[in-house]
C-alpha cells in the first residue's frame, strides 16, 4: 500500500507525471484562494466519489461502468457545487466553469478505475487522499509561484505562465528522481 | 450479467442519485439564495456607503431611484459604460437626495493587468477617492481636480472621471417622487 501511495504522490502524480488536469491549472492558479478553491473542490470529489464507487463495485455492472462512474461522480460534483455556494459563493463564481467539468476530469475518472473500482473502502479512500493531496500541492505551488512573481510582474498574470512554471516544476522534478 | 439486470442497475443507481442531490439541494437552497442577494446588492451598498441596502429587495437594475419607508428618495443608482483604454468599462455611480456623489465602482473592465485595472476597488482603493467629493473636485488634479491620475493609466483615469460626470448631470434631471424600491423599516 505504501508504494501504491507514493506512486500515486510522487511518481504518477497528476500534473506532473500524468500531465492531466492543465486546464485548471493554467486558468485558475493566478491567485492562490482560486487554486485552493479549485483544488479542494477536486479533491473533495475525487475522495467521496471514490469512495462510493468502492462501496458500490459489487453493484456497479461491468458492461456499464462507465456510465455509472459518471453518474456518481456527477453527482460529487453537483453537490460539491452545491455547497460551495452556500459557504465559498464568490470563490465558486470564479471557479464554477471549472468545477463543472470535474465530471469528466481524467484525474478523477482514471483513479475510479484504476484504484476504487477493485479495491476496499479503505484502500481507496487512502488512495484518493493522496492522489488528491498530490494534485493540490501542486496547484498551490504552481498558485504560489505565480503570486509571488516580483512586483506582481504582468506576465506571471496570464495564463501562458504556467506552462513556464509547470515545465520548470516538471524539469526539477525529473532532474530529482535521475540523480536518485 | 444479463444486460437486462445491467439496465435495472444503471436505472437503480440514477433513481438513487436524483433522490440524493434533490435532497442537498433543499438543503442549501435557501443559502445560495441568501448569497445571490449579498453579491447582487453588494454593488449597490459600496456605491451608496449605506449598508441598510444589502436587504434591499425588488429591482436591482439602474438607472435605481432608492427610497426610505416613508417614500422619500435617498440614492439614485445610475450605471455607466464609458470607453477605457482596452474596452468598455461598466461604472456604477452612487448620488444621494441633494445630487452630491456618493461612490463609484468599475463593475466590469477589461483594461490592462497590473496598470489600469486599479480602477478594481479589489486592486487599488483609487476609485474610493471620488466617494463624497463635490463635482467641482472631480478632475485629475493635472486638469485642475483633486483626482490623482492612475500612474501609466490617463486614458483610464478620464474615462471614469467622464462617467462620473455624465451622470451626475443626469441626477439632476431625474423627476422626483417614482420610486424603484423603498427601504424596510
Redesign the interface.
Known amino acids: 500500500m505504501l508504494s501504491m501511495n507514493e506512486t500515486l504522490a510522487w511518481h504518477d502524480n497528476a500534473v506532473w507525471r500524468q500531465l492531466l488536469c492543465l486546464l485548471p491549472l493554467l486558468v485558475v492558479t493566478n491567485n492562490v484562494a482560486d487554486a485552493v478553491a479549485i483544488g479542494v473542490a477536486v479533491f473533495t470529489v475525487l475522495v467521496t466519489s471514490n469512495v462510493i464507487i468502492s462501496a458500490?463495485r459489487g453493484?456497479?455492472?461491468?458492461?456499464?461502468q462507465l456510465?455509472?462512474f459518471a453518474?456518481?461522480i456527477?453527482?460529487c460534483t453537483?453537490?460539491i457545487m452545491?455547497?460551495m455556494?452556500?459557504?465559498a459563493?464568490?470563490a465558486h463564481?470564479r471557479v464554477a466553469l471549472f468545477t463543472q467539468v470535474v465530471l469528466c476530469n481524467c484525474i478523477v475518472l482514471a483513479q475510479a478505475e484504476r484504484t476504487a473500482r477493485q479495491n476496499t473502502i479503505r484502500a481507496a479512500l487512502i488512495h484518493s487522499i493522496v492522489a488528491g493531496v498530490g494534485f493540490l500541492a501542486v496547484l498551490l505551488l504552481v498558485g504560489l509561484i505565480r503570486k509571488t512573481a516580483p512586483g506582481?510582474w504582468?506576465p506571471a498574470?496570464?495564463p501562458v505562465c504556467v506552462f513556464f512554471v509547470a515545465a520548470l516544476l516538471l524539469a526539477a522534478k525529473n532532474a530529482l528522481v535521475q540523480r536518485v | 450479467m444479463s444486460s437486462a439486470s445491467t439496465a435495472w442497475r444503471l436505472g437503480l443507481l440514477g433513481a438513487a442519485v436524483a433522490a440524493v442531490l434533490g435532497g442537498i439541494d433543499t438543503l442549501t437552497r435557501a443559502g445560495i439564495q441568501r448569497n445571490e442577494q449579498r453579491v447582487t446588492l453588494a454593488p449597490l451598498v459600496a456605491v451608496t456607503g449605506d449598508g441598510r441596502l444589502a436587504s434591499l429587495r425588488g429591482d436591482t437594475n439602474p438607472p435605481l431611484v432608492i427610497c426610505a419607508a416613508s417614500g422619500a428618495p435617498l440614492y439614485h443608482v445610475f450605471q455607466r459604460s464609458v470607453r477605457g483604454y482596452a474596452g468598455p468599462i461598466q461604472l456604477l455611480i452612487g448620488v444621494d437626495a441633494k445630487g452630491a456623489l456618493t461612490g463609484v465602482r468599475a463593475i466590469s473592465h477589461r483594461e490592462t493587468a497590473g496598470i489600469g485595472d486599479a480602477i478594481d476597488v479589489n486592486k487599488s482603493p483609487w476609485i474610493r477617492s471620488f466617494d463624497g467629493r463635490p463635482l467641482a473636485d472631480i478632475a485629475l488634479v493635472a486638469d485642475g481636480g483633486s483626482i490623482d491620475v492612475i500612474t501609466g493609466a490617463s486614458v483610464t483615469s478620464r474615462a471614469v472621471i467622464n462617467g462620473v460626470h455624465d451622470a451626475l448631470a443626469d441626477a439632476e434631471s431625474v423627476p422626483s417622487g417614482i420610486c424603484s424600491n423603498a427601504l424596510d423599516e
Request: glycine share 4%; proline share 11%.
Open positions: 458500490l453493484f456497479i455492472p461491468a458492461e456499464a456510465p455509472a453518474l456518481l456527477g453527482l453537483s453537490s452545491m455547497f455556494q452556500v459557504y459563493f464568490e463564481q506582481d504582468p498574470l496570464l
